[in-house]
């Protein structure tokens, strides 16, 4: 199991936008140069973070991209849920009303896919952006 590029990458820019700049906003280009990622491919994802009220445009001369909230705020699972979708292991589990497979009721495997579902949640959704900025290696520690 991977996390795409798309997670990877958002992330990653987003971690960026979070670090100390005097609060202006961030053009595109410069987040893609400075963190080796296609300029074309951050703006699709920029998309989907800017829908998401995660991170809010500013145009001009001097615009750029720039959080919303403070990198306190901002969960991790938040951010991966926007890129990735959900956090769901295997496709069956997907399926709300149970009719993906004749062996849901009865599946042996299913508490190992709920179990890593529930396990990656809680570690995403117990970190902020601001812990990575940190780079808070306690957190880690802990796990």
Aim: charged residues 30%; aromatic residues 4%; neutral net charge.
């Amino acid at each position: 199991m991977k996390l795409s590029s798309r997670g990877h990458y958002g992330l990653r820019a987003m971690v960026y936008l979070a670090k100390p700049k005097n609060n202006q906003p961030i053009p595109l280009r410069q987040i893609a140069a400075d963190e080796k990622i296609p300029e074309a491919f951050l703006e699709q994802i920029f998309v989907d973070l800017r829908k998401a009220g995660l991170v809010k445009s500013v145009r001009g001369p001097k615009g750029g991209y720039r959080l919303v909230d403070s990198p306190e705020k901002i969960v991790v699972g938040n951010i991966v849920r926007v890129l990735e979708g959900t956090m769901n292991i295997v496709d069956c589990m997907e399926d709300n009303d149970g009719n993906c497979c004749d062996k849901n009721e009865d599946c042996s495997t299913k508490i190992v896919w709920e179990k890593l579902r529930t396990t990656m949640a809680t570690v995403l959704d117990g970190m902020k952006l601001s812990d990575l900025v940190l780079g808070e290696k306690t957190m880690i520690d802990t796990l």
